[in-house]
């Protein structure tokens, strides 16, 4: 700006010390904005840091976790293998008892029915459900079929079914 006789007085208005001012102000807000920038940049380093030790950390783990699992599994199958093996020995145990029992129980069923005694009666007299003696007495081969023997008592007549049914009864109870 320039004064009435042209010469340059605008220094003495006081208006260079709002600018210099302005000018100190812009120096130290971008001072200060350099310095957080670079402990915000600090902070996202030490941020970035102890990210990339917790992923390595979860992954190492979860590496050990599906060995352990992988391991558990592979015991679980060897323990289920060894478990069905001896189920199956138990059942050949079973079924090799069974197979021997079976004949000569349906074989002793065939001679209570000879007897002329019903399913019924022969279950009440054996504690065998009734379908069991059924069961047993279709499986028993037909060469065990026998004529009845005739059961004679003290005198001399043969045994009446009612007092098998006595005799059961008594036993049981």
Known sequence: MLGPDG???????????????????????????????????????????R??????????????????TAAADSARAEARTGYEAALSKIDATC????????????????????EKLSPADVAALTDLPVAEVKRLLKSAPAATVAAPVPVATAAGLPVAVDSVRADAAALAG
């Open 7 to 49: 010469l340059a007085w605008w220094w003495m208005l006081g208006s260079v010390g709002e600018v210099g001012k302005t000018t100190n102000e812009a120096v130290t807000a971008r001072e200060t904005a350099r310095k957080r920038l670079l402990a915000l940049n600090a902070d996202r380093a030490a941020r970035d840091a």
């Open 51 to 68: 990210i990339e030790a917790a992923a390595a950390k979860v992954i190492t783990t979860a590496g050990k976790l599906t060995a352990a």
């Open 95 to 114: 079924a090799a008892a069974v197979g021997k029992a079976e004949p000569a129980v349906a074989a002793g069923l065939v001679e209570l029915t000879a």
